[in-house]
């Protein structure tokens, strides 16, 4: 039986899963360990069809093979271009999707070991999610108030009906929102106001671990610095450990500890944000860097990242990057690079290891 | 000079609540050329969405248009019925919101949806509209269009189907493009596509963008103007070097600073202090007084229309003309 469900079950004394929590603190464990992530979709035509027209059957790898760990209070950022699982690594990290291959640990606890909604619900709570899509995730019919103090219930964090309130007007407060706008719908709120009511209730049930899909990309560039300097606040005050998605990239080096850098499914280069954006080894990173528009037109071109983003149902063969990567040669073309760390940065790219791609420095952006 | 393809004045829109009417939109004018693309930025719910559904003519109810005037190509567009403005909608603007799920039908495949749309604009062949249609998802940047023509939206990455949605905004060659948010859910490089694409379609057919979004390096790259929002009004308006370099609204000021930057990082973020008003509570004289470094009296009782400052227009005491010459 999984030591965490064992946990649950147990009555009194120690439980299972609090010795290990204590060993995870004790040894410095990561928060969050990720190892060997995949997440496969069937894209498949219905079986008819494929029966009928001989249509194959698809899969598309939207991950495949990632690991990562976020040590407790730290923050972890996935960049990429779109469509590259940076969402699908969310989700089955926060466990709304199952993997097909590999293992997540929060806590030390295995989330494929929790099987009952029982098991599930005290993890839950220690974890929230601010989606990508703030609109799909707020219940139109229910009053901002509610929604905000729909985790403090489920979870039955307070009982009080005036503490619950008062809590949910110091969240509205903390977003940049007033107490007075609880009575609204989220359909009287502008774009980013309804991301804010989303961040709200995020926070509500005090999680240790905040999963955020572009929490602030629908907000203007005052809001936002007004979101993440209370996220830091928060992360400094709680210890809070956070895996951020954002493709501003100005707001994961501000923000982020550490960085992936995500291609088709996969890990390409991750490490210190400041060394990473520093010098940039791998060829990819090094596109993404050029690409970001330039404020002062100072004269540094973009650089657009050149070629197609390749179909992820049928990737390149060997390094999935070579069709658009100027250093590719034969050996890229036929073998997947492994992942090797160079000055503690884990890079996965044929081209450094052979010594082909040195590190560049980068002037001032 | 030719007229300008869209002109908005003096625009009013209220929403009657709970708590009395709401004017999310108050006595705003500009203009946008043939060709033009103006950026439209500022505090999240200062109306920018607004605006943008006032000229396409979908406001929720109870949202209405309480005064002003809007014209498309000299067309007044404002009064419009329901069926007239619908078919203008279709034809002459095209509209990309902020919310890539709600212009999506979450039943039918993307390709579906790309080729009913096509069709009802235009009159050709179910197979010239696919051809057609595919085209689009490719100049969007969806890769492997051909392939991909029968998902369903779900099965899109979230900047995937904001590809979409700009792709259904196109089909119909539109001389308007109101763009929300477009490249929100973008990472860089997708971006860059998308704003060759609007750029393309403004040099080369003429077309007029209203482009919101929060990102100034998207607005610097793109548009020709830009106009800053606050509060339901124009704080300021003008070319988008002048703006981004000098500007002039302390507003404006404010906002420039917060944007964070690579090379340099910083532990806290710079913000404007404190939140825009509620619009049901808008203080007297400037809206931005409360949260102004430069306020003095004046600000706090009289309300600032917009005042040309160099080749810019802000509303802002601090650029009264009348004001520097009783101090000399
Ligand atoms: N439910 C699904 N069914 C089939 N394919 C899916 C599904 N969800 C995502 N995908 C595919 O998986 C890939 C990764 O999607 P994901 O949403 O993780 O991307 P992302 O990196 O978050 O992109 P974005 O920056 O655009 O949000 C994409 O190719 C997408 O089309
Ligand atoms: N249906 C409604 N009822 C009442 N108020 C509304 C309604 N829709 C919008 N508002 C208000 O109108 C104001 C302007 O909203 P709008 O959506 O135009 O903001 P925005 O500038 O687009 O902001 P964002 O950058 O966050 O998208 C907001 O303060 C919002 O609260
Ligand atoms: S492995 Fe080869 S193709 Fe891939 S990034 Fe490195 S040099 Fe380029
Ligand atoms: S009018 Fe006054 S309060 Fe308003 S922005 Fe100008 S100086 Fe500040
Ligand atoms: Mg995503
Ligand atoms: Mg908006």
Redesign the interface.
């Known amino acids: 039986m999984p030591e965490a469900a064992a946990a649950e079950s147990g009555g009194g004394g120690k439980t299972a899963r609090e010795t290990a929590r204590e060993t995870a603190r004790e040894t410095d464990a990561p928060f969050v360990s990720v190892r060997g992530l995949a997440h496969y979709f069937d894209v498949s035509k219905p079986w008819l069809n494929r029966t009928l027209e001989g249509a194959p059957r698809l899969i598309l790898k939207a991950v495949d093979g990632i690991s990562f760990d976020i040590p407790r209070g730290k923050t972890f950022a996935l960049v990429g271009e779109s469509g590259c699982g940076k969402s699908t690594v969310a989700r089955c990290v926060v466990g709304l999707y199952r993997p097909s291959a590999g293992t997540v640990r929060l806590d030390g606890i295995d989330m494929a070991s929790l099987k009952s909604r029982r098991e599930i619900m005290p993890l839950r709570r220690r974890l929230q999610m601010i989606f990508q899509d703030p609109y799909a995730s707020l219940n139109p019919r229910w009053r901002v108030s509610a929604i905000i103090a729909e985790p403090i219930v489920a979870h039955r964090l307070m009982t009080d009906r005036k503490a619950i309130r008062a809590r949910v007007d110091e969240l509205l407060r903390q977003v940049g929102l007033t107490p007075e706008d609880g009575v609204k719908y989220p359909h009287e709120f502008s774009g980013g106001q309804r991301q804010r009511v989303s961040i709200a209730r995020a926070l509500a049930s005090n999680p240790e671990f905040l999963v955020c899909d572009e929490p602030t990309s629908a907000l203007d560039v005052s809001v936002q610095a007004q979101i993440l300097n209370l996220m830091k606040d928060l992360q400094k005050e709680l210890g809070l450990t956070y895996l951020l998605i954002s493709h501003d990239l100005a707001v994961v080096y501000n923000f982020a500890d550490e960085v992936g850098v995500m291609y088709l499914g996969r890990l390409v280069e991750s490490g210190a944000t400041e060394a990473l954006f520093g010098a940039p080894r791998h060829p990819y990173t090094r596109m993404l860097l050029d690409a970001i528009p330039d404020l002062e037109m100072s004269g540094r071109a973009r650089v657009p990242v050149a070629g197609e983003v390749p179909d992820p149902i049928d990737p390149p063969s060997g390094c999935t990057f070579h069709p658009r990567c100027p250093h590719a040669d034969a050996r890229c073309r036929r073998e997947a690079p492994e992942t090797i760390t160079v000055d503690g940065i884990r890079l996965a790219c044929h081209g450094i290891e052979e010594g082909r791609i040195a590190a560049v420095a980068r002037g001032k952006a | 000079m030719a007229q300008p393809l869209l002109s908005v004045e003096n625009l009013r829109v209220e929403?009657p609540?709970?708590h009395g009417t709401l004017v999310a939109i108050d006595d705003t004018s500009f203009h946008i050329d043939e060709g033009e693309i103006l950026g439209v930025?500022?505090?999240?719910?200062?109306g920018?969405?607004?605006t943008g559904m006032s000229i396409i003519g979908l406001l929720?109810p109870p949202g209405r248009i309480a005064g002003g005037r809007i014209h498309l190509d000299g067309q007044r567009i404002d009064n419009l019925s329901y069926e007239q403005m619908r078919r203008i909608r279709g034809k002459k603007i095209g509209a990309i919101f902020?919310?890539?799920?709600?212009s999506l039908n979450p039943l039918y495949t993307i390709g579906r949806q790309l080729v009913e749309t096509i069709l009802t604009h235009s009159e050709m062949s179910r197979a010239r509209a696919r051809k057609r249609a595919v085209e689009l998802l490719v100049e969007v940047?969806i890769?492997?269009a051909e392939?991909?023509f029968?998902?369903y939206p779900h099965?899109?990455?979230?900047?995937?189907r904001q590809?979409v949605v700009i792709a259904l905004a196109l089909c119909a060659n539109p001389r308007l493009i109101i763009a929300d948010?477009p490249t929100?859910?973008?990472?860089?490089?997708?971006?860059?596509?998308i704003i060759?694409l609007l750029k393309t379609l403004s040099r080369e057919h003429g077309t007029a963008v209203m482009l919101v979004t929060?990102?100034?390096?998207?607005i610097?790259?793109t548009a020709d103007r830009v106009a800053v929002m606050y509060a339901g009004r124009l704080a300021e308006i003008g070319p988008v070097?002048e703006v981004?370099?000098r500007p002039k609204h302390p507003y404006t000021v404010?906002?420039m600073g917060?944007?964070?930057?690579?090379?340099h990082?910083?532990?806290?973020?710079?913000?404007?202090e404190g939140?825009m008003p509620?619009l049901t509570d808008i203080p007297t004289g400037c809206a931005f007084n409360p949260r102004c470094p430069k306020a003095f009296d004046r600000c706090r009782v009289e309300r600032p229309e917009l005042i040309p400052v160099e080749t810019s227009e802000a509303a802002c005491w601090l650029y009264d003309r009348e004001r520097e010459v009783a101090r000399a």
């Open positions: 929403f609540t709970r930025v500022g505090e999240s719910g200062a920018k969405s607004i929720d902020q919310d890539p799920l709600t940047g890769p492997a392939r991909r029968d998902s099965q899109f990455s979230g900047g995937m590809r948010e929100t859910a973008l990472d860089v490089s997708v971006q860059a596509q060759a929060h990102d100034m390096g998207v610097a790259e070097q981004i370099q404010g906002l917060s944007i964070p930057t690579i090379g990082r910083i532990e806290r973020l710079i913000q404007i939140a509620r």
